[in-house]
């Protein structure tokens, strides 16, 4: 799966714009200097979409738009999100453009808007110019009762064209949907496949499944099989165009959130920032492949790493979706689950369904497995309480920078240095906005060491539930490699 395909589309435009006219230089038969090294300039568009948040009539939504202050980026361009579900002629529709959700006024400071009730509509996000590089929206929903009740957060990803959700479930008492998103201006041709503990799962209805230009398809898992299983790993493939996809998960009680695509398979994965007081932590894993896949499982916990007692090796079958209860694994304390090949590495996906609370007062987030910050990650939506970052360093002791914004509504950024050691997990006292007013974001920057890989969780309590919502670190991917060129005017003549 290509995780950047808006990211290089944005790169190939800048690439456009710095090279227009000009020629590379490539070595010669006797011997002339090899290609310089390519220079990372920030992108110069980027496309963002964001789910329907919720169908219940007190869903409460805010959606919070950041772009990192990035070097190079230049001036000029703008950051929009608009409803999907265009209508020609209609109200939001072609010749009637719908009113944006949010409208960023500068890079650095985040923006934010909110809706309520069941109706809101998927939005379709752009950015270019000096907005473009490392643009993230935070959709965040609170919902007071019923199936789901709680905290869903989502971060709104770029279109794709294929995606892999392990944790999904058909079983009783839950109601997953996955939603299918179409930003372009052709209809998008999808399968969205099922796989249990048995394997692939009867589900003809989910073939050619097709999402209309600007649209957006929740799609019930529950009606696409008559099968019930508590533990599913969800396929979404594109045959034609390209889609925005995320699952959203509820329980009628334990909660709920939304299921973000786990990584592209790989024979170790890295799942960050199990929450420290997790009552409950299952692993769901997937190999797609031919081959059998034998995984050692590891907690980075404060300390260092740790084997859960009884549960050392995992052996993930083909083609099927297995499933480990690992219970109170973290025990107090912050930590990471770490997979890595027992024998040989087979690709695996994977995820984690943590629950916090007990009894009536259970609370649902997800933490699939995901790729390193890399060169910068950054969460929005972030409270003045409430929020925690967890970093961690499977590999090699490392260092990262963390800058907090500007509040959406004042406030002034601060920012630290930590040293993440190896083998451990960090639950970093997030610095937070002298003067904070509103919301601000966090940016992550790898400075030196081993990769690092994070999260972000936010938590509100309400009427003793502990409502909760992670989101992974992953790259934001706001620059692309461009190589140095030379001007060479001849070309114009050839």
Known sequence: MNRTTLSLFAGAAALAAVTAFAALDTPSASGAAAPRTAARLPVERTGLLCPAPSLSDVADTTYTSFTPVTEGAGSGGGARLQPAAVRPGGKGG?????????????????????????????????????????????????????????????????????????????????????????????????????????????SPLGENLTVKPHTSEPVLLSTLTDARQADLTVHVSVRSGRVGAAVQALDAEEGGDWLAAAADPAGSLVLPGIPEDASDVRLIAFAPGDDDADLTVRLASPDGPITPAGNETVHVKSGMTTAVDLGDVTRGEAGSLVLTPADRAVPVVAALQVVRGKGDAKETAFIPATAPVGTRATSAGNEAKGTTLALTAPTATATVKVTASAGSAGGTPATRTYTVRSGTTRNIAVPVPAGLKGTYALTVEHVSGGPVYGSRTLAATEAGVPGFTVQTLPDDHGTVAVPEADEDLSVLLK
């Open 94 to 202: 072609a010749d009637q453009p719908a009113r944006p959700v949010l409208t960023p006024k500068e890079p650095g400071r985040p923006a934010t808007g909110d809706t309520s009730g069941g109706d809101a509509p998927a939005l379709i996000g752009t950015a270019d110019g000096r907005f473009a590089s490392g643009w993230t929206v935070q959709e965040t929903t609170e919902v007071a009762v019923g199936t789901g009740r709680g905290l869903q957060g989502v971060t709104c990803t770029g279109a794709d064209t294929e995606f892999w959700f392990p944790g999904a479930s058909t079983a009783s008492g839950r109601t997953d949907y996955v939603h299918l998103t179409n930003p372009d201006d052709s209809a998008a041709v999808v399968d969205v496949e099922l796989y249990g503990k048995d394997g692939a799962v009867e």
